[in-house]
């Protein structure tokens, strides 16, 4: 199972929010936003400070996709 963050990126663009702020908003390492960029696992503790800054739930910037077997 992998794991997107479209949702995140589509959340950000609505409320006009960059990385660079968003990053500082939620106290977040640019490491982890990094991270986020590349669709990699993060830590809870950053799902939940983008929650809490963004005044949303996990399944609102989360989504899990099936691996494709090819």
Request: hydrophobic share 40%; charged share 30%; glycine share 2%.
């Amino acid at each position: 199972m992998a794991v997107s963050y479209n949702k995140l990126w589509k959340m950000m663009i609505d409320k006009h929010i960059s990385k660079t702020e968003l990053t500082h908003l939620a106290g977040i390492s640019t490491n982890a936003m990094a991270k986020l960029g590349r669709d990699e696992d993060v830590r809870v503790r950053v799902l939940e400070k983008l929650c809490t800054s963004l005044d949303c739930k996990l399944d609102d910037i989360v989504e899990f996709v099936p691996d494709v077997e090819q």
